[in-house]
């Protein structure tokens, strides 16, 4: 552990709601919030505004529960004072980005310290302590929590990085980093997992996907063939049986990966990154449910 960071945090009163019971009936509205993508690009906590207002506005919704939709740090990236416009400065933040050539992944501490402090940094925000300070919060991961477009069963990052040692550490650690600082019961028959559901009472169902642990890799042809998976047969089978035995009104279903939108550069070479192959294919995402 690194000497700079202390052991204990600092303790603060907050107050959250529970889901209601779903053995009770209940005509209460249910409202949440989701969002994602903190912080990436170098925008980072703006200096003329203390921080990510943002929060500030969620929180007068008085959302029930708030779903963090991934990429809640964006690990590869910077947070320099001069930000990607004239008018845009950051309270800078004292970090490399994970994918940077000074970040030795076979070094450990390092990879550990990178991450720690991303999520340091971004937890530091006063709005956001406030916001979570008063609403529970569902949390989910997705590619920047470790590094842009990965899959964590893949033997390197990409195409361009085959020797770059180390990759299986940032996996690890960027994971660790993402329990360490998100409210999740871990599974005590599966610590690494993410995907979750959760009731609501007798209106809504809350079904939490993982679009980075199980996935084929990008690059992986799209043919029949290579029956290509995001989600992995287990969770698939999971989130299936979940829709099908659910008796809710509402069965929401948080998907982390962009379903319409086609992600990812040099795709010819790394693949695309979500379900849409190309931009003008008509997408459609069927569960069968047997």
Not at 227 to 255: D, M, R
Request: charge should be neutral; hydrophobic fraction near 35%; proline fraction near 5%.
């Amino acid at each position: 552990m690194n000497n700079n960071y202390s052991l204990f945090s600092d303790t603060l009163a907050g107050s959250f709601r529970t889901a209601p019971d779903p053995s009770l009936s209940s005509t209460k509205p249910i409202s949440f919030i989701f969002a994602a993508d903190l912080g990436g690009q170098k925008h980072c906590r703006q200096v003329d505004r203390g921080g990510y207002t943002i929060f500030e506005l969620m929180k007068e919704l008085s959302p029930d529960f708030f779903i963090a939709n991934g990429d809640m740090i964006y690990a590869a990236d910077k947070c320099p004072i001069e930000g990607l416009s004239d008018d845009w400065k950051n309270i800078p933040g004292n970090f490399s980005g994970i994918a940077d050539s000074d970040v030795n992944w076979t070094n450990i501490e390092q990879v550990h310290d990178t991450y720690l402090r991303h999520w340091q940094y971004n937890r530091a925000d006063p709005y956001l302590r406030d916001f979570l300070q008063n609403t529970s919060m569902y949390s989910q991961w997705d590619d920047h929590e470790v590094i842009n477009n990965f899959g964590a069963l893949w033997p390197y990052w990409n195409s361009f990085n085959k020797d770059r040692g180390g990759y299986t550490n940032i996996v690890n650690k960027g994971r660790e980093a993402f329990f360490n600082y998100s409210p999740i019961d871990r599974n005590p028959n599966d610590k690494n997992r993410i995907y979750r559901s959760f009731n609501g009472g007798p209106y809504l169902d809350l079904f939490i996907l993982d679009g980075r642990s199980y996935r084929s890799p990008n690059s992986m042809a799209d043919t029949p063939e290579n029956n290509k998976t995001l989600l992995g047969n287990k969770q698939l089978q999971w989130l299936e049986q979940g829709l099908k035995n659910s008796s809710a009104t509402w069965k929401v279903i948080s998907n982390d990966i962009p379903i319409l939108v086609p992600t990812g550069a040099n795709a010819s070479i790394l693949g695309r990154d979500g379900w849409a192959k190309e931009t003008k294919q008509t997408f459609r995402l069927k569960l069968v449910l047997r």
